[in-house]
Structure formats: structure tokens, C-alpha cells
């Protein structure tokens, strides 16, 4: 698996778009296998922005171009873009990049959405277990936005069709599969589950669901798939799994109504009466 990363990762190395959109950073700071020359790691704030917006705008005309991508291709793309990640290091930077990379989504050919986005998985999944606590930060927000992007592509979709049905594969396959058969890295898929339902609700998706029947199946199939974990073999994510599908916002989450609440607080308060007063004088 090294040995394959290193390869990947050298050859992403080659791509003038992918490695300026790396903001700033210290070349020591990498892997071994993918130390970046001096030039490009030891440039100003001004030049750092000017690379990225150039670098990015190479990389989406390119994106867009394609008719198609193999599955190798992307991940190899994939790879240089987690690096370019990785060097970014002020706060700012990070999270425009981790926008910017979520967002090549609307630049593809449909043909190209499943492979990109299964290479996202795939990459950050292996890469998932190495990556340092000072640098996962980051990373976690990359994969909000990335899941964001997911959804907001099916948004875009009317929440019907065939790009929906990929969106769905992919989620099926990489964020909530009980079998784990792609060997996802678990604190990934933990952080997935953290997130779904925020993103969902970010995007419209839960609000569209109390009065578009298209958007409901949607959020109605991405709760069956986190349903399936509530009986993984893994406990964390069983439990993970109950706590986020259970979440409130959800259209088949139990509302509780002001009354009931009220009785609540009535029946706590009377609780507190009944407990032990002292010795009366």
C-alpha cells in the first residue's frame, strides 16, 4: 500500500495545477516520497493566492473537458489534491481549498461524477489512519464540504434521476456500508456519520423533504443506509449510527410538542420537591 501511494503520489507531484494549489508549507513536513521542491513550498501570501486561483481555474478547465475518467486517473488526482491539502497550512487557505476542491464536482461530465467521487473515498480512506492530530482538522472539513457537494449535486438533480441514483451508490458503498467491504478507515466513517444530517439540513434537502416527494425518498434512502449500521459489527458505529438517525431534525425522527416538554419540566421540578428537605425543626 506504501509503495503504491508513493507512486501515485510522485506522479501527482508532476502536475503544475496540483501542486501550486498548495498555499504555503513546509516541504519537511511531508512524506518522504513526496518532498516538494523548495520553489514550490517557500512563496509569499501574494504569489501563494495568484498560484491557487490559477492552478485552480487549470484544473477545472481540464475537469470539465473530460468525457470521461478512469477510475486510476481520478485517484491519482485525488492523491495530488490531498497532498496540496496537506502543505496548505494557514486557517484561511485551508478552508478556501477544502471549498474549492469539494466544489470541481460541478465541473464534471456526468459519465465522470461516480469515479471522481469514488476515488475521493478511496484515497482519503487509505490516507485516513496517517494523517496527524495538528493536521486533521482540516481534513474533517474537506469531507463536510466533499459530503455537501454530494448533496447539493442531487439538489441540482431535482433529487431524481440517474446522477441521484450515483450519489446514492456511492454513499451505499463508501460512507455507510455495514460490510465495510472497501475497507474505509473507521475514524472516517464515524466523522461521515457526524455530519450527514447537518449537511442534509445546510443544503435543503430536509426542509425540500415536508413538500417534494423527490427530495424525500432522497433523505428517506440516505436514513435507510445509516439505518443498516445500526447492526455493523463495529460498536462505535452501530451506536453512531443510532444517535445521528435518531437526530430530531430528521421528517421520521418523534417530534415532542410543547406540552409534552412542559410536562417534562413539570414532572423534573416535582422530583426536586420530593427529595430530602433537611430535619424540621
Not at 31 to 55: G, H, V
Not at 109 to 133: K, M, R
Not at 206 to 230: I, M
Request: hydrophobic share 40%; net charge negative.
Amino acid at each position: 500500500m506504501a509503495a503504491s501511494a508513493a507512486v501515485s503520489a510522485q506522479e501527482a507531484q508532476q502536475m503544475p495545477f496540483i501542486r501550486n494549489l498548495a498555499s504555503s508549507g513546509s516541504s519537511s513536513s511531508l512524506p518522504e516520497y513526496i518532498q516538494m521542491p523548495q520553489r514550490l513550498t517557500m512563496t509569499s501570501p501574494k504569489s501563494d493566492r495568484k498560484l491557487r486561483t490559477e492552478s485552480l481555474s487549470s484544473l477545472q478547465a481540464f475537469l470539465s473537458s473530460r468525457r470521461s475518467i478512469t477510475p486510476l486517473d481520478a485517484r491519482k488526482l485525488w492523491t495530488g489534491l490531498y497532498y496540496a491539502l496537506w502543505m496548505t497550512d494557514r486557517p484561511r487557505p485551508q478552508q478556501a481549498l477544502a471549498a474549492d476542491l469539494a466544489n470541481l464536482l460541478s465541473d464534471l461530465q456526468p459519465a465522470c461524477v461516480e469515479p471522481w467521487l469514488a476515488a475521493f473515498w478511496s484515497v482519503l480512506g487509505t490516507q485516513w489512519p496517517h494523517i496527524e492530530a495538528l493536521r486533521l482538522d482540516k481534513f474533517l472539513l474537506l469531507v463536510r464540504r466533499v459530503f455537501a457537494a454530494h448533496v447539493r449535486l442531487v439538489k441540482e438533480q431535482g433529487y431524481q434521476g440517474d446522477l441521484t441514483a450515483q450519489i446514492l451508490a456511492v454513499f451505499a458503498r463508501w460512507c455507510f456500508d455495514a460490510e465495510d467491504e472497501e475497507k474505509v478507515a473507521l475514524g472516517l466513517r464515524l466523522h461521515v456519520l457526524d455530519v450527514w444530517v447537518d449537511e442534509l439540513e445546510r443544503e435543503g434537502a430536509v426542509a425540500a423533504a415536508q413538500d417534494n416527494e423527490h427530495a424525500k425518498a432522497f433523505v428517506q434512502a440516505v436514513g435507510a443506509l445509516v439505518d443498516t449500521l445500526k447492526r455493523c459489527p463495529v460498536k462505535s458505529l452501530r451506536q453512531r449510527a443510532q444517535d445521528s438517525y435518531d437526530d430530531e431534525r430528521l421528517p421520521w425522527a418523534e417530534k415532542k410538542d410543547d406540552d409534552d416538554e412542559d410536562d417534562e419540566m413539570e414532572g423534573a421540578e416535582g422530583d426536586e420537591d420530593d427529595e430530602w428537605g433537611g430535619i424540621d425543626n
